[in-house]
C-alpha cells in the first residue's frame, strides 16, 4: 500500500511547462480526483508518477522512497487510459490476463486471478468473448480488469469514462467507487467533469495551467472555493458573479446589478471588514442559492425579469435579466412562472462569497472545458 508524493515537482517540453512545481500528497487507499480545463496538465501529472516521462524537477516519492529513476515496470503502477484499447484478437480472459502472461506467471496461478477480477468486476459470463461482442461499459470493465489484475500499488486512470454514454457514466462512477474501496488501491482519477469528481473522491486536486489550484475533499472545493477560479470551474451551473463596490460599510453596491444597498447582511460585511470605502470585489452566489418570489418581500432583494426556463426534469433553471446582466437560478420543478414575469429575487446570503482583487474577464476562457 502506497502513498504518493510530489515535491515540487515540474514538467517541461520544450517551451511548455505542463506540470509547474506541483506539491501534492495522496495518501495511502485514497480516492484522489485531478480535475481541470483540457491541456492544464493532467495526463502528464499521472504519466510522471508512472515513469512514461522524466520529471524535469522535483522528487515524487512512494512511501519516502524517492522512485525518480526507478522505471515504470518497477513501480508496480497501472494506468487506464481515456481509450481503452483492449487487444481484439484476444477473448475477455486473454485480455485481462495479459499482464500476468507477459510477466510469465504460471498459467493457474494467472487462471486463478482472472477469474478473481472478474468475478469483482461481474465480467465472469463474458469470459470467452472477444471485445468486439462487449458493449462500452462492458469493454471498460475488462480494462479496468487488466489494470488491476497485478494488484497494483497504485492506479491511475486518465479519463476512463469518456468514452461510453451519460447512462453507462453514471453507473460506471458508482461501480468505480465501490471497486476502488474493495482493492484498497491508492487511485488517481483524472477528469475534467466535475460531477465524477465531486461524486467519486475523497479529496480532489484542482489543476489550471500545470499548478495546482487547491485541494481538498468535494465539500471543501464547493463551498470554499480558493477563488473566483475555482467557484466558477465547479458547479454543473456557473456561479453567478457579480462586480461590487464597497460602498461605506453600511452598504454594498453591485455595479452590475446596482441592487444591494442600502443595507447590507452582517456576514458580508464581516469579510469586508477590514476594507476600505471604494474597495472592488466581486459577490460569487450559486443557482441554487438565489430565491425567486413573485411579490415584494420586505429585507434584501432587487428586481429581475424571466428570461428563459430550462426545465431539467428535477429542478427548473431560471435566467434572469437583473438591470442588463443575466443570471441563473435553480428552482423546483413546477414552479409557476413565465417568461417575462417581472419577479424578485434574494439571495443566500451565508452561502454567498466574496473574492477581493480579482478580476472577472480573466477566468472566463477556461471556465467551460
Ligand atoms: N510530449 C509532449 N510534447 C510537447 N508538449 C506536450 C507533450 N505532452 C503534453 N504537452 C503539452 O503539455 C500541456 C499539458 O498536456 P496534457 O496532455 O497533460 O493536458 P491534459 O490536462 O491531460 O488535457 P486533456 O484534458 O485535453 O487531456 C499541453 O499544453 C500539451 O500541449
Ligand atoms: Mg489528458
Known amino acids: 500500500m502506497v502513498k504518493v508524493v510530489l515535491d515540487g515537482v515540474s514538467k517541461h517540453f520544450n517551451g511548455t511547462t505542463a506540470v509547474d512545481k506541483f506539491n501534492l500528497e495522496v495518501n495511502n487507499e485514497e480516492f484522489m480526483s485531478i480535475l481541470g480545463p483540457s491541456g492544464c496538465g493532467k495526463t502528464t501529472l499521472l504519466r510522471l508518477i ?21 522505471p515504470p515496470r518497477d513501480r508496480n503502477v497501472a494506468m487506464v487510459f481515456q481509450s481503452y484499447a483492449l487487444f481484439p484478437h484476444m477473448t475477455v480472459a486473454e485480455n485481462i490476463g495479459f499482464p500476468l502472461v507477459v510477466r510469465k506467471n504460471p498459467e493457474e496461478k494467472t487462471n486463478e486471478r482472472v477469474k478473481e477480477v472478474a468475478d469483482l468486476l461481474q465480467l465472469s459470463h463474458l ?16 480494462a479496468v480488469g487488466r489494470a488491476i489484475v497485478r494488484k497494483p500499488d497504485v492506479l491511475l486512470m486518465d479519463e476512463p469514462l469518456s468514452n461510453v454514454d451519460a447512462k453507462t457514466r453514471a453507473y460506471l462512477r458508482a461501480e468505480l467507487k465501490e471497486l476502488q474501496r474493495d482493492i484498497k488501491t491508492t487511485l ?10 465531486m461524486t467519486m473522491s ?12 487547491q485541494i481538498g475533499s468535494p465539500e471543501q472545493i464547493y463551498e470554499h472555493p480558493r477563488d ?16 461590487c463596490k464597497l460602498i461605506d460599510k453600511k452598504g454594498i453596491r453591485a455595479i452590475a446589478a446596482s441592487c444591494f444597498t442600502p443595507q447590507s447582511p452582517l456576514n458580508i460585511m ?3 471588514k477590514d476594507q476600505k470605502d471604494g474597495t472592488q470585489f466581486t459577490l460569487g452566489v450559486r443557482p441554487e442559492d438565489i430565491e425567486i418570489s413573485k411579490t415584494q418581500k420586505s429585507g434584501l432583494f432587487c428586481e429581475a425579469k424571466v428570461h428563459l426556463l430550462e426545465p ?22 413546477g414552479f409557476k412562472i413565465e417568461v417575462g414575469d417581472q419577479v424578485y429575487i434574494s439571495f443566500e446570503w451565508d452561502r454567498s462569497h466574496i473574492f477581493l482583487g480579482t478580476n472577472n474577464s480573466e477566468l472566463i476562457s477556461d471556465m467551460n472545458p
Open 50 to 70: 508512472a515513469g512514461l516521462e522524466p520529471v524535469s524537477e522535483g522528487r515524487i516519492l512512494f512511501n519516502d522512497k524517492v522512485v525518480n529513476e526507478v
Open 127 to 142: 469470459l470467452e468473448r472477444k471485445p468486439k461482442a462487449l458493449s462500452g461499459g462492458e469493454q471498460q470493465r475488462v
Open 188 to 197: 488517481l482519477f483524472v477528469t475534467h467533469d466535475q460531477t465524477e469528481a
Open 202 to 213: 475523497n479529496r480532489i486536486t484542482l489543476m489550471r495551467h500545470g499548478k495546482l489550484i
Open 228 to 243: 473566483i477560479w475555482s467557484a466558477s470551474f465547479v458547479g454543473n451551473l456557473p456561479m453567478n458573479l457579480f462586480s
Open 270 to 272: 464581516k469579510k469586508l
Open 312 to 333: 431539467t426534469g428535477d429542478s427548473l433553471i431560471v435566467s434572469l435579466k437583473v438591470v442588463d446582466t443575466i443570471i441563473r437560478a435553480k428552482t423546483k420543478p
